[in-house]
């Protein structure tokens, strides 16, 4: 865990429950960032090698989910604002 980029009430609450790796995973569509996975994990990164296909395939999954839902939300809202207007 780099020290540096932890705020101190979180370090000191993922040092009490035992972590010893943070792993952030980008959240991807269409090679752009929509979010980032975050997981704090008991054993050191080294150890991780086995779970890489997972969070590879997590990636882009949650992230065309995640954009999916952010155009849903916009269209939704976009809808509720055409009813408006046209009152």
């Known amino acids: 865990v780099e020290e540096q980029h932890i705020p101190l009430a979180r370090k000191v609450a993922s040092l009490q429950i ?50 999916r839902k952010q155009w849903e939300h916009d269209l939704r809202a976009s809808n509720e604002r055409f009813e408006r207007v046209a009152q």
């Open 18 to 67: 035992g972590v010893k790796t943070l792993l952030g995973i980008p959240l991807l569509h269409n090679n752009d960032t929509v979010g980032v996975l975050v997981f704090g994990l008991s054993k050191s990164k080294d150890k991780l090698g086995h779970l890489q296909a997972i969070f590879k395939g997590l990636k882009n999954n949650l992230g065309a989910e995640i954009r």
